[in-house]
């Protein structure tokens, strides 16, 4: 099975940045898209960024535009998110995710994942 292990993730003051990383081990030649979420507390897991293999086409969530970047490195088999222009708002758990398969517009809803990493905590201070 794909196993994600991320990293990357901490405190950081409003403004300044930040990149998540997420490596995957297993199977995970076969992802066909990657993706990240985030969850703070009190609120529901959202989506935030996307990338597909082999195309590399990227999505993202309207509120990350302009400032949140996901990128992949083939060879180290890893995907990054480099957050620039943190906000408070921006504070959750962010979760990276694959899937071998690909299902349109489903890519925004976390069910459409079955790999998930462990989790990490983005802190963001005012």
């Known amino acids: 099975q794909v196993q994600l292990v991320e990293s990357g993730g901490g405190l950081v003051q409003a403004g300044g940045s930040l990149r998540l990383s997420c490596a995957a081990s297993?199977?995970?030649?076969?992802?066909?898209?990657w993706g990240w979420f985030r969850q703070a507390p009190g609120k529901e897991r959202e989506f935030v960024a996307a990338?597909?293999?082999?195309?590399?086409?990227?999505y993202y969530a309207d509120c990350v535009k302009g400032r949140f970047t996901i990128s992949r490195d083939n060879a180290k088999n890893t995907v990054y998110l480099q957050m620039n222009s943190v906000e408070p708002e921006d504070t959750a758990i962010y979760y990276c995710?694959?899937?071998?398969?690909?299902?349109?517009?489903?890519?925004?809803?976390?069910?459409?994942?079955?790999?998930w990493g462990q989790g990490n905590q983005v802190t963001v201070s005012s």
């Open positions: 995710a694959a899937a071998t398969y690909w299902s349109g517009p489903n890519y925004r809803e976390p069910n459409h994942y079955p790999y």
């Open positions: 297993g199977r995970a030649f076969g992802t066909y898209i």
């Open positions: 990338i597909t293999w082999p195309s590399g086409s990227t």
